[in-house]
Every structure is written in C-alpha cells, then in structure tokens.
C-alpha cells in the first residue's frame, strides 16, 4: 500500500508509533479483522 501521496513520512510515523489518540483508537478498531483457525475433521 502506498499513501505517499497522502501523508508524510513524519505524519504516518506519528500516527503509527505515536500515543493512542482517539483517531488511532478508531482507526485501528474500524480495521481490526479476525482470523479463524479452521479444524478439519
């Protein structure tokens, strides 16, 4: 995925790295996935 166009490097590293601010609480709750183990029998 490329967002160069979007971001800075400065500004995706703040976002990614940075304190849990509400906009990364919903950003990464919005773009949680679960995966589920499939058990054959």
Excluded: C, T, W
Aim: no cysteine; aromatic share 10%; glycine share 2%.
């Amino acid at each position: 995925m490329n967002l160069h166009h979007l971001y800075s490097s400065d500004e995706l590293l703040a976002f990614f790295m940075g304190k849990n601010s509400p906009e990364r609480q919903d950003f990464i709750i919005d773009n949680l996935r679960v995966e589920k183990d499939v058990v054959e029998a």
